[in-house]
């Protein structure tokens, strides 16, 4: 494969976006370990902003903890979703699922007297106890510190105000910015910022901060373009978990069961949002191309180049044959909720951490990303590349054109 190389920017600054997506987040492994092996052998973190949300928030914190050797952060990382198990994200044992079901059923039978409403489906404690054994946060100041990183950027969302806040640590002239609905806000990252974003609203209970709860990222923010681009990148590499060009398999009507719009709000979650900034980016590069550069409040806006990685394959139909790897106990919940049903492969996608389907999905991840190893290598080294890698996003914007072209005529 030969690349259609652009001109060089040696002046840029490369941001890696990692958006959510609970287990599908096992791609962006397989993304990073093939982006890896590209590069020199002790190469440090070639992306000196980083951000993430949910799932993708604790791939971008494995990869500043540990930027002086990205292969090794890479190892490190890869060697934990290899070796997943349900178990080590949230208690899906017999009698830990026994009790919160009667938990929500004694809560909802006597209205709240005689239990409090659960704070949420699952206890997540195992993930905070894995990810605190994994990172040590004060390892992402000394790689800023020793300039093996300029920022990195965890995104969470906060129930009471309503709002987006990405959470940052980074050097200093760095500032805050107030936008709406979207904060940045400096700080000294924690566990509480990772569990924080990883919270996915009524699956895992929400984390305080100061005087707010705060949950998954991704409610407000699912694909972290704005800090990015705010802490001063005017290139993304952004990995993704879903390809909208792969189009549903046609099925007889049929009422919906709660799996299956659980998962279809799960998608919608962490998923949506990335196409339409994709798409929101574009035409913004579309504007400034042709010299209308200014936005509101008399803000420049400027050019950013993007290249995308997304799956070559459906991820929901993957998972449909790794069902069988879940604890017993969760395939009851699951077949209760109607998720083991035909169209239910959404929302088991998001909470199959086990080992047979992450290997997969490291393993499609890395083969997507050999096959575009030249533009990985070119875009890496500072240089634009002919094609982005949404492809359906410019499909959308290129048929709206004709369709208003075709109205004017």
Known sequence: MTTDRGPAFPESRL???LPGGGA??????GVLRAISD????RASNPFPIITGTS?????????????????VAVGNLER?????????????DTISMMRSGLHWLLSMMSGGWLLPPPKSLFDNSPLRELLKQQ???????RSIDAGQLDALAIAAAGYVSARSVAFY??????????RLRRVGEPTQLSLDHLMASVAVPFVFPPVLMGDEYYGDGAMRQSSPFSPAIHLGADRLLVIGTRNDAHGNASQPPSCPTFGQIFGYMLDALFTDGLSSDMERLI???HLVEQGLSVGPGETRMRKIELLVILPSRDISEIARHHVGSLPRSLRVLLRTMGALNTGGGQLMSYLLFQDTFTRELIALGYQDAMKRSEDLLAFIGGHSVASTGATGVLQRLSSRQEQRAETQQ
Not at 62 to 71: G, I, N, Q, T
């Open 283 to 285: 035409q913004i590069n």
């Open 135 to 141: 990172f040590d946060f004060a390892a992402v100041r």
């Open 55 to 71: 799932a993708g928030a604790v791939n971008a914190t494995a990869l500043a903890v540990h930027a002086e050797r990205f292969r």
């Open 38 to 41: 590209l590069l020199p052998a």
């Open 15 to 17: 941001g890696l976006v």
């Open 169 to 178: 640590e980074s050097k200093q002239g760095d500032s805050p910015w107030n």
């Open 24 to 29: 599908r987040a096992a791609y962006q492994v």
């Open 80 to 92: 934990v979703w290899r070796n997943f198990h349900v178990q080590h994200v949230f208690r899906a």
